[in-house]
């Protein structure tokens, strides 16, 4: 992936540092397609952190939660674009919402002011304990639909917040508060699930595989060849199908994408809209 900013872009490959290869490239954003926001939902009395297995202590900070959700909207932008290639309908993908704002996109040049990925923090009314009832969570025996359900609770909060309010909008939600209960043997706060209301759409996953997801361009390669195995003393393992933390970062990644309803992943169909 190449980062490109508005207007005329030289992307060059040398060789042996010696040979140049230089590609002009004029990048127009079509700022008529609607775009898809990036948002963190947590939780009123949150403390902003998520589950990482020991080996990655300290490595549980919003910051990085920021920095991840970016990489991987920036990660299923050239996905799309890639699949309808290979489907013979061009490079053609959806647009992100983006800001000037101090990037992270690649660990090279961490920090400089550029167009790049917003990412909203929403703190929600709800708790985390609400969050975290054993009702509300998808994947558990105990699941309640007759309670407000966590697509409820965000959907809510979207609504009613100040940049989203009364306006058409696409929203990747992370439910940062999902937490693996050793006991149980289930993932609390998450739940796979897209929709909407109206002009709002909306897609939720938590964040319970978050740990596995690469933060830079740089990080994508390695995160995908790591085969370092899931404790789930400490973190999910998905479905029993997260067993080594590359299995992790594909589920996730690839779980949420299809939650957001900007396009429909139905097996190997893909749909734009």
Known sequence: MVHLTPGLNTISFVFDGKKRLDFHVNYVPLMENPELSLVIFIGSDSPATFDVPPQKKGQDTLSIATEKLRTAGYMWQAFCAEQMYRNGMGRRTFRLEEDVLPDTVSSQDKGVMRNTAKVHVIRSKHSVAEIRDLRRAQQSEE??????????????????????????????GLILDSHWDIKKQVSLGHT???????????????????????????????????????DTRYVANDANESGEWWRAANIGLGAMVISIYIFYIVRNEIYIY
């Open 143 to 172: 699941e309640d639909e007759s309670y407000p359900s966590l697509y409820d609770f965000f959907l809510t909060d979207l609504q009613e917040n100040p940049h989203f309010h009364e306006r058409p909008c696409i929203v990747a």
């Open 192 to 230: 796979a699930l897209g929709g909407g209301v109206g002009d709002t759409r909306l897609g939720i996953f938590g964040s319970h595989l978050l740990h596995a997801w690469p933060t830079c361009i740089e990080e994508i390669v390695p995160c995908f060849m790591d085969n370092t195995k899931t």
